[in-house]
Each structure stands twice: as structure tokens, then as C-alpha cells.
């Protein structure tokens, strides 16, 4: 063994359950068991619940961070892709590295070790942005898997040069493509037009989809539809969803149902949609967080996200997945056990699965990535927003947090 990872308890494990060791050797998990007799480096985990590193489904690292850049606008009227449209000449190569960096070394330190990266092609930022993501998941590797999801965050049909900045990224790699329909003048055409390039280049695609102040007009039926079409069921993901949340539950059981028949994920996107939903009213605002929880219970894959840090769709934000696993269990006013719990899962089994990362997890033969969490439980994790205390990639350790201790007289 190179390393064993002592007294850590594993997510399904009952809190009375003895503690496991996890031996790993030439970067992949050798054993997972009570008592590993090998000599070798060791890290005490202490009792500590242990994962395979927290999944980031969905995040814009390439325009984090610009907060400080974007004049205000009026409430009601308020629109994140018209305050970051007129400042992406700044964004630089070298600019949009830098800022994108810090945001992947914070979320390195939140226990985060697998992440999608949706970045932004236009005529307006170029390729700047894919080429700062693509160098810094080369420069990263070390500590994290960063995935490139490609998409047209101002339009396609509307936006000339845009397609072409797409088929450049996926001839250069890029696995996974996306779209933003609600911002092209023909968004059902964007629609058709980013699953006929996913069946080209045989990639995933992940759409932006279904935020607005009313349930109408929502595009995921014609996602439905393409997935069943194209047979691209496992491999189609939608985020936000927000829509969902102003539907009756019978409604959004319905739909659900349909989703997992067609095999189409969902990934929700708590903090923005909490910031951006319901700016038209004063009062009562609406909450446009769609219910993951309900979504699982029909067969449909979750995952609960950070989308934003520090831009004018999300002002806020330290890449704690786990706070923001925290903040929708509140914000859908989950209040049994199992149900919190189940939060833990759409930040790491499930999470995986809609990335299809078949290397993932505890297993002997994986990769010997595992994140050890100031907690006994998932649901301890999640009710309590526990800190993750050190991570390893590969077998090496990446990160570390002293645990909290009073200190008494």
C-alpha cells in the first residue's frame, strides 16, 4: 500500500457501524476494510465521514468574479447576461485564468474533486474563455477533473459566427455541449440545432432551461421529445428547471415521469434562482427552486449546483457545494431525515452518474480519490454544513482544514 486512509466511515454506513480503512496503491483504491495489517503512510481520519470527492454538475468558472465590473440595473428588470455582455472585451485570456483559477482552487478546498465547466463561446469573448478552462483543467489535474461543456449563453440562431465557435470547441475536445434557449430569438431552433451537433460529435449535451415568472412556454417537452429521437437517454442533462417549482405536484410528477422515461437529468441550481426569480413582484416573492427531491422520487436523475460565484446572476458564493446542498433542503422545506440525507447523493453518487463517470466512487479499482467531511453522516454533513477536512486525488493528498477545537481556560 502507498496510503491508508484509517477510521473512516463510509456514506451508507449506519452511525454504529465500526469505522473502515482505505488502502490505496498506484493511485487506485486497493482495499476498503475493517482492519487494513499493511504498513504504510497513514492519514486518521478519526471517525470522519469519507466520499469520492464532491461532483460539480454545473458551474461558470470563466465569468466568476466579475461582480465588481457590472453597473447596477433596476430590480424588475434585472438581467445578468445584459450586465456581463458589454464587459466581455475585458475578459482577457490571461483575466478570465486568473479569475476562473481562484474559483477552482476554492472549489478544491470545499472537498470538490469532479467538476462540468459550462463555458461561454461567442463571437464577443471568442475562444478566450475555453482556452483559459482548457489550460487550467490541464494545469488542475493534480487535484480535480474539470469537464468542458460548451454553449452560446446570448443565442445561436440570432448570434452569427456563434455555431462555428461551437464546432471549434467540440473538434478540440470539448465532451459535452450545451444551450441557453431562452435567450435566442428562436429558441426551438437552438434546441434542434445542439442535439443535431451532439449526435455529430457524439458528445453530452447539458441545456439551460425553463426559468421565467410563468410555467408557460416551457422548451423541456421538446428536450423530451430530441432525447427520445436522437437516443440520447443518459446522456442529456437540463439545469435550473425553475419552472417546475410553479407547478401543482401532480404536474411536476407528471413530468418527471416523463423525463425518467426518456433518461433526461436535472440538474438544480438553488442560489441563482433563488437571486434571479420573482424580481417582478415586491411582495410574496416566488422561490423558483424546483424540488429535486420530488424529481428522484419519480426516477428522475438530481444534482444540486453552484452555477455562479460572485457575477450578476449569483453575487455570492465560496464553492461550498455542501452549503448549497444546505440552502435548497431549506428553501423546499425538507424536514425528514432521509430526505436531507438524500442531498448528500445529488452532490455525489447521483452527481456522478449524470456526469456518467463510471470511475467514480468507494470501490476497490478506482481511482483513490476520497474526501474526508467534518461529519459522521451524510445528514449531519447537510444539516450542520460541515467543512470537508483534507482531500486526496489519485492517492496524494490536495488540500487540508484544521478541524474546529475549543480551546478552554
Not at 452569427?160 to 430569438?185: C, F, Q, W
Not at 447521483?350 to 466512487?361: F, I, V
Not at 476520497?370 to 490536495?398: C, D, H, M, Y
Amino acid at each position: 500500500m502507498d496510503l491508508i486512509i484509517r477510521n473512516a466511515r463510509l456514506p451508507a454506513g449506519a452511525k454504529d457501524q465500526p469505522t473502515v480503512d482505505i488502502g490505496i496503491k498506484a493511485g487506485r483504491i486497493a482495499a476498503i476494510e475493517r482492519s487494513i495489517s499493511a504498513q504504510a503512510p497513514a492519514f486518521d481520519a478519526k471517525g470522519c465521514l469519507a466520499c469520492a470527492g464532491l461532483v460539480e454538475t454545473h458551474i461558470h468558472i470563466d465569468k466568476s468574479r466579475i461582480i465588481d465590473r457590472c453597473g447596477p440595473q433596476p430590480r424588475k428588470t434585472y438581467s445578468p447576461v445584459t450586465a456581463v455582455a458589454p464587459i466581455k472585451h475585458t475578459m482577457t485570456l490571461e483575466d478570465t485564468y486568473r479569475r476562473a483559477e481562484k474559483t477552482l482552487q476554492q472549489s478544491i478546498l470545499h472537498g470538490t474533486t469532479r467538476m462540468r465547466a459550462q463555458t461561454e463561446v461567442d463571437p464577443a469573448i471568442g475562444m478566450r474563455g475555453f482556452d483559459a478552462v482548457e489550460q487550467l483543467a490541464k494545469d488542475y489535474k493534480w487535484a480535480i477533473d474539470v469537464q468542458i461543456c460548451v454553449f452560446p449563453q446570448e443565442g445561436l440562431t440570432n448570434y452569427p459566427g456563434t455555431d462555428e465557435l461551437l464546432v471549434e470547441s467540440l473538434k478540440r475536445g470539448a465532451k459535452v455541449i450545451g444551450g441557453a434557449p431562452r435567450y435566442d430569438t428562436d429558441g426551438a431552433a437552438q434546441i434542434e440545432r445542439i442535439f443535431e451537433l451532439g449526435r455529430e460529435y457524439d458528445c453530452d449535451i447539458d441545456i439551460h432551461l425553463d426559468v421565467g415568472p410563468t410555467p408557460e412556454g416551457m422548451y423541456v417537452h421538446q428536450v423530451r421529445e430530441l432525447t427520445e429521437k436522437y437516443k440520447r437517454g443518459g446522456r442529456v442533462v437540463v439545469g435550473h428547471m425553475a419552472k417546475l417549482s410553479l407547478l401543482p405536484p401532480a404536474e411536476v410528477a407528471k413530468i418527471a415521469k416523463q423525463l425518467a422515461d426518456a433518461g433526461v437529468g436535472v440538474t438544480v441550481l438553488p442560489a441563482t434562482d433563488l437571486f434571479l426569480m420573482g424580481r417582478d413582484q415586491d411582495h410574496n416573492v416566488r422561490r423558483g427552486v424546483a424540488d429535486a427531491n420530488l424529481l428522484c422520487e419519480h426516477g428522475v436523475n438530481c444534482s444540486l449546483s453552484s452555477n455562479n460565484i460572485l457575477n450578476p446572476a449569483t453575487p455570492f458564493g465560496d464553492c461550498s457545494l455542501i452549503r448549497m446542498a444546505n440552502l435548497y433542503a431549506n428553501v423546499v422545506q425538507l424536514d425528514r431525515p432521509e430526505q436531507i440525507a438524500a442531498c448528500f447523493d445529488m452532490l455525489t453518487e447521483r452527481s456522478a452518474k449524470l456526469l456518467n463517470l463510471n470511475d467514480y466512487g468507494l470501490k476497490v479499482g478506482n481511482p483513490g480519490d476520497v474526501v474526508i467531511i467534518n461529519a459522521e453522516s451524510p445528514l449531519q454533513a447537510i444539516s450542520e454544513v460541515a467543512q470537508p477536512l483534507a482531500s486526496f486525488k489519485n492517492g496524494r493528498q490536495t488540500m487540508r482544514w484544521a478541524a474546529p477545537a475549543l480551546l478552554r481556560p
